[in-house]
């Protein structure tokens, strides 16, 4: 049975409820997209009865672990629901605890209710291009770090206790970013300065090691390379998307059968391994984008219990691994950079000629 998930919850006044929320539930021209996460919510055990609340409320949490959910239901996880926590206990085919984490934008960041044509049209200018790269790198390497801080803090006074968590069973972080006005473009850049070190120049298109960043707006330091440090040596890995939202309900919707009721256009620009690096699918139910597209599992070189690469082989998340040679990544499909979903008929084969060109000339 799924979630009643825009049922109007009686302790839930309409002025509290998140935009998202609203323009889901109000807008007639989502049909399919609600349909579709409604979808994820068939088996769903609510164990704690808030997360309809939340979802009315906060949304983006709440909409992240609907989607886990899915994802590893039908990637063939069996989920534990006998206890509240951690968020996802997973039994089969492996013991592995999963706790799930969004980062927001910060107290006086600005909104993403303030978007504008602007901000949806940067989602596909190429990042030697953008002159904001540093910016939007710099803040979700700090909203998402005390995302994962919090979350660590969380397994470690209090799962760590629970007598049904095994200390040999792998610990993974679960993060979908929300940070910033712009988090779509993120892509793995922040993560992977965040995590190990590697923070990426679009000019050299190589990576540079830095042990340290300056918190935007401020003069303050930020120690970077969480998994260079035997101190996290209990998490095993961040599982991490920065393009779950609604735009990847629409995206699978018009990759569904009933493609042709959709009113909008979704074009994925994606990253080879082998040159020309850059591709880009204008998303159909011929050409379609695949729930775990978007996702990419971190793995920690120093953990004491490691995920198995082949855990994940039945998804399209992009597993990165270091090794003394450098970033090892592989993925069954091409990781997508960014989305962009506008109305139908504008994405056209002259916009995605002018994009090819773009990012790989």
């Not at 992240?64 to 534990?80: H, N, P, Q, V």
Request: glycine share 4%; proline share 6%.
């Amino acid at each position: 049975m799924a979630l009643s998930l825009f049922q109007l919850l009686p302790d839930v006044k309409e002025d509290a409820l998140h935009p998202k929320f609203k323009l889901l539930r109000d807008n007639p021209l989502l049909g399919g997209e609600r349909n579709i996460l409604i979808s994820w919510t068939e088996g769903f055990i609510d164990r704690d009865n808030k997360i309809v609340k939340e979802f009315q409320t906060t949304f983006h949490s709440s909409f992240w672990e609907f989607y886990l959910f899915r994802m590893l239901s039908d990637a063939g996880f069996i989920i534990d629901f006998s206890h509240d926590r951690p968020d996802f206990i997973i039994n089969a085919p492996l013991a592995l605890n999963i706790e799930a984490v969004v980062s927001n934008i910060k107290r006086d960041g600005e909104s993403e209710e303030n978007r504008t044509l602007d901000n949806v049209l940067s989602m596909i200018v190429p990042p030697k291009q953008q002159t904001d790269f540093k910016a939007i790198v710099d803040e979700a390497i700090v909203r998402n770090s005390n995302a994962i801080y919090t979350k660590n803090k969380k397994y470690k006074e209090g799962y760590v206790n629970c007598d049904w968590i095994k200390p040999e069973t792998p610990f993974v972080i679960a993060l979908s970013s929300y940070d910033q006005i712009d988090y779509g473009r993120e892509f793995l850049y922040p993560m992977m300065a965040l995590l190990y070190g590697q923070y990426y120049d679009p000019q050299t298109e190589n990576y540079d090691l830095v042990t340290e960043i300056i918190k935007p707006g401020t003069n303050s330091p930020i120690p970077i390379g969480i998994f260079n440090d035997p101190a996290f040596s209990h998490i095993s890995g961040i599982l991490f998307s920065c393009t779950t939202t609604l735009g990847k309900l629409t995206s699978l919707f018009n990759s569904s059968s009933e493609s042709d009721r959709q009113f909008n256009d979704v074009l994925n620009i994606r990253h080879d391994h082998e040159a020309p690096h850059y591709r880009f699918q204008k998303v159909s139910n011929v050409n379609p984008e695949e729930l775990s597209d978007g996702l990419f599992l971190f793995h920690n070189p120093l953990a004491k219990h490691k995920v198995p690469s082949e855990l994940f082989r039945k998804t399209n998340a992009l597993q990165v691994n270091i090794t003394e040679n450098g970033p090892l990544m592989e993925a069954e499909n091409s990781p997508i950079i960014s989305r962009i979903n506008l109305m139908k008929g504008m994405v056209n084969k002259t916009l995605i000629n002018l994009l090819y060109r773009d990012y790989n000339e």
